[in-house]
């Protein structure tokens, strides 16, 4: 029986031993693709997060795709076009039962304004990162990764933690929602502007975040209150960044972290320009493109603004992967890029070493099961000290939204192992039902992003789509349940190119041998990528793991 849905009452939550499908890897990509619709930010229009992001083209391709996945045999494989089914296939028991490709657009043709017009004729969809790919579990998908960065941040500034500490940010949205609980887990008083006072008031309701403010005077009451007594808070404050940014720094005010999650990637489906509404927004997106995005650009410029001037002044300031840096270089801010990007500053040693946001989801709907995937999880690493951490805080601290899931930053054999594990758990029924191992896109092998990801690699090879795309022919051949090769859409559009991946315990031998091939080979990749790129973590990596890299003399 699927469970109420507090937050989108249509949209219920999968659960429970009984199929409609014909096997549970079948069943568990129909769950997951209801999943990403129950914890998404507007499931009416299919829309799961970052502005544009969709499980599915259109409504009668969503039927379509749930359709193929109830009948289709195991010895199938569903093709998937940009959100839309286009057939299913004889293929074969071992091979993957749904592969998508999902906007991609060639080279010169993959522009913002390409797409929009390709979007309109209904021909095509963004499917974001994990969206269309059915993998997106709420604002916990992103939480680790913006938690070890401000950890990174506190270690090298600030003492170990963020106690006592200012942290300005944007965006409350799909995947910014989780800054305030991720600041708040780092000790931080973290203030975040979001024009949308139903993202604010959301965040509140799922408990991410804790106050929202009536005004700014307000908010910076409650935030330096928090700063004296060195009490972690939360505090949102509705409004457009845009223009509270220059004025916090016009007051004189130099928060000791400054970033930004507003969609600032997609200037007509995404950011909102300073002295609109979200109404005005929306009735331009049709018909008055040009300008709203000229509009949102010359906002972004007084945003990107403000933050250079509090890193002039000593903030640390980065770009969180919504790409408002390169909208602001192309607004006229030249040394916009003088702010870093998330990856390059404080993540690449863990990428290198193929270490990165690794996730499961209970397909039983039962928290129960993670909470003992958890207990798993210390027992196998009790010596990794950012994994036994983060167990703790995840407990404490983060509410599950729709099926039951979990994020953990694992690396090369660790996910194979743990994953392996778990397909025994559920083999032994200790576990109520299977288990689907995903990750995110951003991970080492499985995007170029050369704004984000991939920005300033060591050997210059930022802009080189052969990652994902060997990745995702590997992880065919490695026979992993789903795998997409999905580009940008909207502002997003000619940036990047990513591959995804979902594997399903289902307690049998077969799954034992699909997680084993797909999550060895998929993280093995990875350090592949960064060797070749002459990182020394991963050069480490191949020699300690034993990794299949061949080193050219
Ligand atoms: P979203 O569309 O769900 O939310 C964006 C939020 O920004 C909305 O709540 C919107 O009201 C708010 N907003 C827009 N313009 C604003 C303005 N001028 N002032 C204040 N608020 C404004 O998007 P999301 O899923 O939260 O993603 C946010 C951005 O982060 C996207 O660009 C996305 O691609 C990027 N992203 C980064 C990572 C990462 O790993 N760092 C991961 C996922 C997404």
Redesign the pocket.
Known sequence: MPKANPRHPKFLIPSGPELRAKGWRQEALLRLLENVLSVG?DPDNLVV???LGKAARSWAAHRGIVKALIEMDEDQTLLIQSGKPIGLVKTHAKAPLVIMANCNIVGQWAKAEVFYELQRKGLICWGG?TAGAWQYIGSQG?IQ?TYEIFMRIAERRFGGDLYGRFVLT????????AQPLAGRMAGAAILC????PE?ARKRQQIGYLQEIAPDLDSALVMIDAAIKEKRALSVGLVG???EIYPEIARRGIVPDVVTD?????DLVY???PKGMSIDQVRGLRDDGQGQLMAASRA?IVEHVTAMLEFQKRGSEVFD????IRTQAREGGVANAFDIPI?TEAYLRPLFARAIGPFRWMALSGEESDIARIDDLLLEMFPDNKIITNWVRLAREHIPFEGLPARIAWLGHGERTALARRVNELVADGELKGPVAFSRDH?DAGAMAHPNIMTERMKDGSDAIADWPLIDAMMLCSSMADLVVVHSGGGGYAGYMTSCGVTVVADGTDAADERLDYALTNDTALGVMRYADAGYDEALDEVAKKDVPYIRLS
């Open positions: 930010e997060y970052a502005a990162l992103v990764g944007a965006g409350l949205g799909g995947m910014g929602g502007v979001d024009i949308d993202r457009n960044a845009a999650q507003t969609s600032a990637h995404g950011y909102v906002s969180n992967g919504n790409l998330f951003l």
